[in-house]
T-cell receptor, first 113, second 113 residues
Framework: DAGITQSPRHKVTETGTPVTLRCHQT?????MYWYRQDPGHGLRLIHY???????DKGEVSDGYSVSRSKTEDFLLTLESATSSQTSVYFC????????????FGNGTRLTVT | KQEVTQIPAALSVPEGENLVLNCSFT??????LQWFRQDPGKGLTSLLL?????REQTSGRLNASLDKSSGRSTLYIAASQPGDSATYLC????????????FGTGTLLAVQP
């Protein structure tokens, strides 16, 4: 298995609070991604990174920000959590972008009450 | 806008049967197509990656084909086993070789012993 650790694995938070999810990889892969998975919508890309301090938006980026200060860490922040952000969040990594497969972490289940 | 569809949404087969899962996409301008499996409560596991210039890829009992012009891919599973029971997802890299994948909603496969 690819060395990807997501933390926390589960979190319950209240509406309006900021939340940060962490993704840590030990593979030294250049590309990192945050997806959310919801029933009926499948997986959708939130943000991705193509290098340290290089990030870009995905298709559902509103209400989320990211930071990547080191190759191994990619943080996802919900600036002010809303109930619509209740979801399972997956981090993924890729060595050579579209020339190599995506490898996923085990996910973080976030509940916003 | 790229859309990915997987039919059927669920499939149940007896052990030992050969089966085919279908994936279709609306925009043929893709960089790659990937197949994943997801076990309950887990992240996605990469199965096969087909580059846009390729027609098929094989790994063990799995064979994936790609017909880019018609917007279709199939995942063939030979001699199915109960351990193959999972949700199977296909996804396309919509271009730019960045692995920013658009996912289908998956086919839930149950292999009955």
């Amino acid at each position: 298995d690819a060395g990807i650790t997501q933390s926390p694995r589960h979190k319950v938070t209240e509406t309006g609070t900021p939340v940060t999810l962490r993704c840590h990889q030990t593979e030294n892969h250049r590309y990192m991604y945050w997806y959310r998975q919801d029933p009926g919508h499948g997986l959708r890309l939130i943000h991705y990174s193509y290098g340290v301090k290089d990030t870009d938006k995905g298709e559902v980026s509103d209400g989320y920000s990211v930071s990547r200060s080191k190759t191994e860490d990619f943080l996802l922040t919900l600036e002010s959590a809303t109930s619509s952000q209740t979801s399972v969040y997956f981090c993924a990594i890729s060595d050579k972008g579209g020339d190599s497969p995506l490898h996923f972490g085990n996910g973080t289940r976030l509940t916003v009450t | 806008k790229q859309e990915v569809t997987q039919i059927p949404a669920a499939l149940s087969v007896p052990e030992g049967e050969n089966l085919v899962l279908n994936c279709s996409f609306t925009d043929s301008a893709i960089y790659n197509l990937q197949w994943f499996r997801q076990d309950p409560g887990k992240g996605l596991t990469s199965l096969l990656l087909i580059q846009s210039s390729q027609r098929e890829q094989t790994s063990g009992r799995l064979n994936a084909s790609l017909d880019k012009s018609s917007g279709r891919s199939t995942l063939y599973i030979a001699a199915s086993q109960p351990g193959d029971s999972a949700t199977y997802l296909c996804a396309v890299d919509k271009g730019g070789a960045t692995n920013k994948l658009i996912f289908g909603t998956g086919t839930l496969l149950a292999v009955q012993p």
